[in-house]
T-cell receptor, first 111, second 112 residues
Framework: SQQGEEDPQALSIQEGENATMNCSYKTSINNLQWYRQNSGRGLVHLIL?????REKHSGRLRVTLDTSKKSSSLLITASRAADTASYFC???????????FGAGTRLFVKA | SQTIHQWPATLVQPVGSPLSLECTVE??????LYWYRQAAGRGLQLLFY??????ISSEVPQNLSASRPQDRQFILSSKKLLLSDSGFYLCAWSQGAQETQYFGPGTRLLVL
């Protein structure tokens, strides 16, 4: 299926460390997005990277996309306790209209 | 600026009762609208999406339905709730297909 799969399912790190989350998908995509969700809240868009892009930055966030490996990674540098949340990748496939969300990675940053 | 509203925030309903969840968007026109359901600790399941007034696409056969009576209003309904309908319901909008989606705060539904 097109659906992205995040890895790891859960990640626990100390404040100040970097956090890396990975997303793999199976079909060709137009774009890939990363979202964040605090517990009990709606999702918040972080970054959209298009299929012809390899890397994008936004503040402490760095997203890479490798279309040959059908994978993406989200790096959060110098993590803070406030970064504790679930992170989802979402793919827009070339064969369809929809954006498909993965199951997410739960990040816990210990102060 | 654009905003999206969802209500109610929390709802406890008995099995067999009807359901109506409402979502409205402000500050944009002709948005794509989406209803998702999220089970506890899980990802998002797309239930319905709409590209225009009266245009609804259903992704998952179930006892839920959706309607879009106005350009910026999206309603999720059920005539008779099941226990399995419990979950966190999220409404979202985007300006185009596969573009950034903006989510509402969600409705937590508990069917007893």
């Amino acid at each position: 299926s097109q659906q992205g799969e995040e890895d790891p399912q859960a990640l626990s790190i100390q404040e100040g460390e970097n956090a890396t989350m990975n997303c793999s998908y199976k079909t060709s995509i137009n774009n890939l997005q990363w979202y964040r969700q605090n517990s009990g809240r709606g999702l918040v868009h972080l970054i959209l990277i298009r299929s012809n892009e390899r890397e994008k930055h936004s503040g402490r966030l760095r997203v890479t996309l490798d279309t040959s490996k059908k994978s993406s990674s989200l790096l959060i540098t110098a993590s803070r306790a406030a970064d504790t949340a679930s992170y989802f990748c979402a793919t827009g496939g070339t064969g369809g209209f929809k954006t498909i969300f993965g199951a997410g990675t739960r990040l816990f940053v210990k102060a | 600026s654009q905003t999206i509203h969802q209500w109610p925030a929390t709802l406890v309903q008995p099995v067999g009762s009807p359901l109506s969840l409402e979502c409205t968007v402000e500050g944009t026109s002709n948005p794509n609208l989406y209803w998702y359901r999220q089970a506890a600790g899980r990802g998002l399941q797309l239930l319905f999406y709409s590209v225009g007034i009266g245009q609804i696409s259903s992704e998952v056969p179930q006892n839920l339905s959706a309607s879009r009576p106005q350009d910026r209003q999206f309603i999720l309904s059920s005539k008779k709730l099941l226990l399995s309908d419990s979950g966190f319901y999220l409404c979202a909008w985007s300006q185009g297909a596969q573009e950034t989606q903006y989510f509402g705060p969600g409705t937590r539904l508990l069917v007893l």
